[in-house]
Structure formats: C-alpha cells, structure tokens
C-alpha cells in the first residue's frame, strides 16, 4: 500500500496563467459515507497540453473524473472556472460541462442501440428533408470517424454484440468526434487502453495529439507509467486523495514517477526460483488471450495459493472470470491433469472442479433475500433430498456444520444473508464453494469490505483449504496481503504477465515495482518465462 501522506510529500507551485487554462478546480474535496477520498484538490487543464492524472489504487483519480464531468458533486469549499469565467460545480449540467467529452472505464454505451446510433446521440442526429432522421448518413460518419481507430464494418451492429475493445474503440470515437469544430473543449480519457491492443493503443494516441494541436484540453488516466511518457506533456500525482505535485514530464523518469505514486522508493529487484514441484500441476494456462490478457501463460500447483495483482484495468480480474466461464470472446489452451478442456460457461467449470467467489459478493455470490442455510446448501442439494424432496432437516444440519466450520455470525441458519455482515457474508459465499469440495477455487478480492479479524479469519481458512491439496488462484488489489499467504504471485501490467514473484522477492515493494513499472519491456511482458 502507499505510505501515508504527509505535508512535506506535497509539492506546491505558482498558480497556471489564467490565459492558457480551458478548465480549472480549486479545493475540491469529495466524502463517500465519512470517508474522505478526495482532499482539496486544484487542477489546471490547458489548451494544446495533454495532462496526466496518475495515482496507485484508491488514489481518487476516478471521483476527481466524475466530478468534472458532473458525474459526482463535490463537498461544499470547491470551485471552477472554465474559459476564464466562474462556473457552477455543484449541479450536474451547465452550458460549459457540455465542452466536456469524457471515455469513462465503464464506456457508458447503450448497448441496445447501433454504432452509428451511439455516436449519434452525443453528436445529434442527421436529418433528411422534413425533419426525419438520415440514418445512413449517421452511418457513412460513424464509419469515418472509427476507420481512423482501426475499425470498420456494419455501423448498424448493435453496441451489445460488439466485442469489449470494439465497445471501447466505440466509446472513444464519440468522445473525439466533432473535436475540431469545439474550440474550447476538455477531452478526459480514463483508463481509455485498457482493452485495446497495441495497434489500437497508437491509433488512439495520434487522435490524442491531433485533438490537442488543435486546442483541446485533454486529461489523461493510466496506470500504464510508460504511457504517459509516451502521450502526455504535464502529470499529476493522486494519493490517498491528496494532490502530491504537479510536474512536466520532462520533469521526471518513469522510476521517479513510481515513487511519487508508491511514497517511497520502488527498489529494482531480482528473482528467485520457485521452489513448487514441477510434477504437481494441476492447472497450466497457455496464451490466455482477451479483451484485456494478451497471452497469458501459467502454471497452478496441488496445494498452491497463487496470487494475481496488477493495478485497475491490468487484467487481473479477467483471468478468474475466464476460467469460470464467464467470458465467451477470451481463448486459450486450458489443461486439468494434463488434459485439454473447454470452458464455455459456469456449469462447464462446476463440473471440472472449479469454483469462484466473486469480488461482488452481494450481486453476484449470494442471494440476500434467502437464508444463510439455503445460500450455502443451494449450490449441491442433491445429497440433501429424500425421494426427490429437500430434507429441511439435512439441510439445516448441513448448513450448521459450514456455520460451525467458519464461524459465520450469527449462527442461526435461518437468518436472511442480507443482514450479515461483510466478512460473515464472505463467509457464506465460502461455505457454499467448500462444500462442492472444488479442485480448484479462485477467490476474487476474498477479503475486501472485510474488518481486520474476519480478514485474518478468511486466510487461515484459505491456507488450510490449500494444506489439503486445494488449488488456490486469490486475485486482490491489496499488495500488502498476497505476500504474507500466497505461495507465488504473478504481476500484471498491460495485460501481460511482468513478473512471477516468489520466496524472498515477493514483498510489496517487488509487487508494486512490477505493477507499476511493467518489466522492462514496458508492460509487453514479451520476455516473461513461466518458471513454475
């Protein structure tokens, strides 16, 4: 995690001339349930300048966006100004948000409605004699526009069917359009690479530097450190929700940016060799390709507790989700005990062992209007039924065996799940996979929303699910845990495996150095060799 900001860390500077600012925030600060995660941020957003926004997970980068483009309100103190005029911060419209073209994580697309119908929609639709809507000429634009992004086709596919980098390259190419005729416009891109590949990524980059040659204003978000080299001319540094500085990127190196982030110095490391017995794979993953992964190789052993990190948008969840099933486009060559398999769904993964609970326990792991019995009992009820009926009185036995085993609070069976609390929530979901006793579990996040006692309760089990031969794969954010309870860690960075980190170089610093920094081929990842 990132050291604790501290006043000395905050660099100040002169205030930007007013003539070059397009947009600027004074004193922003953002608070989510008494949580403070934006502190009296300033920022100045100039014509014909590409600025950076750059921070480790948690950092704020995501609510300073969505409160400049009136996604969010900020806490009352703050202020804006754009074109050189005061303007109102804390109403979602206005004349002047309106300048502001945004490519959020999620793509904000309608997926229902067509390429040409999507672009459209922020562009305004063209219209033919009598005011009727000239669908193939919205057609012949939206064709134009995403054919200097590489793409082509049918702009009458509706969004939906698309392909996740197709989406992307959708949502950037409504953000761009009619860019030129817009002199006083604020292009934010947030996390806009994440799903592209490298040919894409370029294309992009060149619609980034005509847009501000032109005299946009753009904000950039990455966690890919090479990338603002590569694009941006100024950067800013988040963490914890404080501004650190504000600097040219001529100003600093890559390995100085790392620090900024990190709050200390991100140490070069080397590796040591895995110690796991080669004869005991029972998972090996070959060239795992997706809209994030580009060739992702790994090995899981008997036993084993493997880690994934990598920041938002690396694709560190992707792979838990491949692997469940739950991602038709992703290909790879996937083999259990040396035999090659296919898994197109959940259930096709339930039945060779495999289990998965969710980073979003709540909407995707338990039903919250049902009992903590019938959550955990509901996944394997066939050894529960008596001529073809639920025995209640198995299934609360049941169900009180996995409360017992966990120490799921409270410990009335009956009780509906919505009401638990987080790590007793967890709890359950766990209960639910244990009791199909899977060959291989994969926990995404498992103690995240989770207090300290219920954290280290939720390891020690998972440690002990391992000590009997289950193969763990535990994907977090969290780069302080997965050194103390995995066995190995792969880092992602750019959707390609940087590092494969074990015995004394898997720390914190080692994985925030990989994260961050990629592993000398700039996050390709290209000479990484599976030493497992």
């Known amino acids: 995690m990132p050291a604790q900001v501290t006043q000395s860390d905050i660099v100040e500077r002169a205030p930007t001339p007013a003539n070059d600012v397009v947009l600027g925030v004074r004193g922003v600060s953002k608070t989510f349930s008494g949580q403070t995660v934006l502190s009296d941020v300033s920022m100045d957003l100039r014509a ?164 501000a040659e032109r005299g946009c204003a753009v904000l950039y978000v990455s966690h890919i450190l090479s990338e603002i080299f590569e694009v941006a ?22 390995d100085r940016l790392a620090e900024l982030i990190v709050g200390r110095k991100v140490e070069t490391l080397s590796f040591e060799e895995s110690h796991l017995n080669e004869q005991d794979v029972r998972l090996n993953v070959l060239n795992l390709e997706s809209a994030r992964l580009k060739g992702v190789s790994f090995k899981l052993h008997r036993g084993e507790v493997l880690g994934i990190a990598g920041l938002d948008g690396s ?45 979003d326990r709540l909407a995707e792991g338990l039903f919250l209007t049902m009992s903590t019995k019938e959550n955990i009992t509901l996944p394997q009820l066939q050894s529960l039924t008596v001529g073809g009926w639920i025995s209640t009185r198995r299934e609360r036995s049941e169900a009180r065996k996995w409360i017992d085993r966990l120490g799921v609070l409270p410990t009335d069976p009956n009780k509906a799940t919505r009401y638990l609390s987080g790590g007793n929530a967890q709890k359950v979901v766990l209960s639910k996979w244990l009791r199909r006793d899977p060959a291989i579990l994969l926990l995404e996040q498992p103690t995240a929303g989770v207090d300290v006692g219920a954290r280290g309760a939720i390891w020690n089990l998972i440690r002990s699910e391992a000590s009997v031969g289950t193969s763990i794969v535990v994907t977090s954010p969290d780069w ?41 081929t700039n996050g390709t990842g290209e000479e990484h060799d599976d030493k497992s």
């Open 233 to 254: 001319d100024r950067v800013t540094v988040l963490r914890d929700g404080w501004k650190i500085g504000e600097w040219t990127t001529d100003e600093l190196s890559i």
């Open 48 to 211: 014909r300048e590409v600025h950076a926004l750059v921070g480790h997970n948690g950092s704020g980068k995501s609510t300073l966006v969505k409160i400049l483009t009136g996604f969010h309100l900020p806490d009352d103190g703050g202020e804006a100004h754009f074109g050189g005029q005061e303007v109102d911060l804390y109403h979602h419209g206005g004349d002047w948000r309106r300048h502001v073209r945004a490519i959020h994580q999620d793509l904000a697309l309608v997926g229902s409605m067509s390429i040409a119908d999507n672009l459209a929609l922020a562009r305004g639709f063209a219209t033919r004699f009598g005011g009727r809507i000239d669908d193939r000429k919205d057609a012949r634009l939206a064709q134009a526009i995403l054919a200097d992004l590489g793409m082509t086709g049918d702009m009458r596919r509706p969004v939906g069917s698309l392909s996740l980098r197709e989406q992307a390259l959708v949502a950037i190419a409504r953000a761009i359009d009619g860019l030129e005729s817009d002199q006083e416009a604020v292009l934010v891109l947030d996390e806009a690479t994440a799903t592209l590949p490298d040919r894409e990524v370029q294309l992009l980059f060149d619609a980034i530097r005509k847009a």
């Open 480 to 520: 302080d845990e997965l050194p103390a309870t995995c066995d190995r860690v792969l880092v992602l960075a750019g959707g390609r495996i940087s590092a494969e980190l074990t015995g004394a170089d898997l720390n914190e610093d080692s994985i925030a150095h990989y994260a961050l920094l990629g592993d000398g």
């Open 315 to 359: 694709g560190r969840e992707d792979v838990t989700r491949i692997l469940f099933g739950l991602d038709d486009e992703a290909q790879a060559d996937v083999r259990i005990e040396g035999e090659s398999v296919a898994i197109p769904s959940p259930q096709a993964a339930m039945d060779l062992g495999i289990g998965l609970v969710p980073a």
